[in-house]
């Protein structure tokens, strides 16, 4: 049921306490339309928030999906962010010889999943118990060369519903080296760490959590 607080709203005065019935037609007509622009919002809100919810768990309760991971190309970074000069914004590339590298994508087998960045951004065997939600495992590029792929599993109940809420967007943790040549800055021997999900990623509405028709 969706309430909204419009008709909650009361003059001190009432001027016309008798309305005549062509204007008490019109007012009736007028709350009509508001009440099915309310209903029809409302219903809008509801589908919004179920969008997600084809994320299926199986006979143990965890959900298994696929998530473009990242991406090769440029993103945007801070200054500060990488050393750089503060309140400029930078270009950072990924190539695929670096993101899809056999080194690489093995770094990211099994790592963790969590649930935004953590603090100290890093997850290790001192950590993990609090933040870990899943993993991710069969890393892979996509048929494009352009996504790096991985199956996600989320163990935990908590994490599932945030997840079918609509917080699909993913973002990777990782060390890497940062190359500038010839003013085009770059990242290279990549090594992953974890997997958060977020609810606005670096890599962009695509890196997200999605499904099995992903290749």
Same mark, same amino acid.
């Given at each position: 049921?969706?309430?909204?607080?419009?008709?909650?709203?009361?003059?001190?005065?009432?001027?016309?306490?008798?309305?005549?019935?062509?204007?008490?037609?019109?007012?009736?007509?007028?709350? !009509?339309?508001? !009440?099915?622009?309310?209903?029809?919002?409302?219903?809008?809100?509801?589908?919004?928030?179920? !969008?997600?919810?084809?994320?299926?768990?199986?006979?143990?309760?965890?959900?298994?999906?696929?998530?473009?991971?990242?991406?090769?190309?440029?993103?945007?970074?801070?200054?500060?962010?990488?050393?750089?000069? !503060? #309140?400029?914004?930078?270009?950072?590339?990924?190539?695929?010889?670096?993101?899809?590298?056999?080194?690489?994508?093995?770094?990211?087998?099994?790592?963790?999943?969590?649930?935004?960045?953590?603090?100290?951004?890093?997850?290790?065997?001192?950590?993990?118990? %609090?933040?870990?939600?899943?993993?991710?495992?069969?890393?892979?590029?996509?048929?494009? #060369?352009?996504?790096?792929?991985?199956?996600?599993?989320?163990?935990?109940?908590?994490?599932?519903?945030?997840?079918?809420?609509?917080?699909? %967007?993913?973002?990777?943790?990782?060390?890497?080296?940062?190359?500038?040549?010839?003013?085009?800055?770059?990242?290279? #021997?990549?090594?992953?760490?974890?997997?958060?999900?977020?609810? %606005?990623?670096?890599?962009?509405?695509?890196?997200?959590?999605?499904?099995?028709?992903?290749?």
């Amino acid at each position: 049921i969706c309430f909204n607080n419009v008709f909650h709203t009361r003059h001190k005065k009432h001027f016309v306490l008798t309305p005549s019935p062509s204007g008490l037609f019109l007012r009736l007509y007028v709350y !009509a339309i508001i !009440a099915i622009y309310q209903s029809l919002a409302c219903d809008m809100k509801l589908q919004d928030k179920s !969008a997600h919810t084809q994320f299926t768990t199986d006979d143990r309760g965890y959900l298994t999906t696929t998530a473009k991971l990242a991406r090769i190309g440029a993103m945007q970074y801070l200054g500060e962010e990488i050393g750089k000069t !503060a #309140n400029k914004v930078y270009d950072v590339y990924v190539e695929a010889e670096d993101l899809f590298s056999p080194e690489t994508i093995k770094s990211f087998e099994n790592t963790p999943v969590t649930i935004e960045h953590p603090e100290e951004m890093f997850v290790d065997s001192s950590n993990w118990h %609090e933040l870990a939600v899943g993993h991710i495992t069969n890393i892979r590029p996509d048929s494009s #060369n352009e996504y790096l792929l991985g199956d996600v599993v989320i163990n935990s109940p908590k994490a599932i519903e945030v997840i079918r809420d609509g917080k699909i %967007e993913v973002s990777c943790g990782y060390d890497a080296e940062l190359i500038d040549a010839n003013g085009k800055i770059k990242k290279a #021997n990549i090594k992953g760490n974890h997997l958060a999900i977020v609810d %606005e990623g670096r890599c962009g509405d695509k890196c997200k959590l999605g499904d099995s028709t992903m290749k």
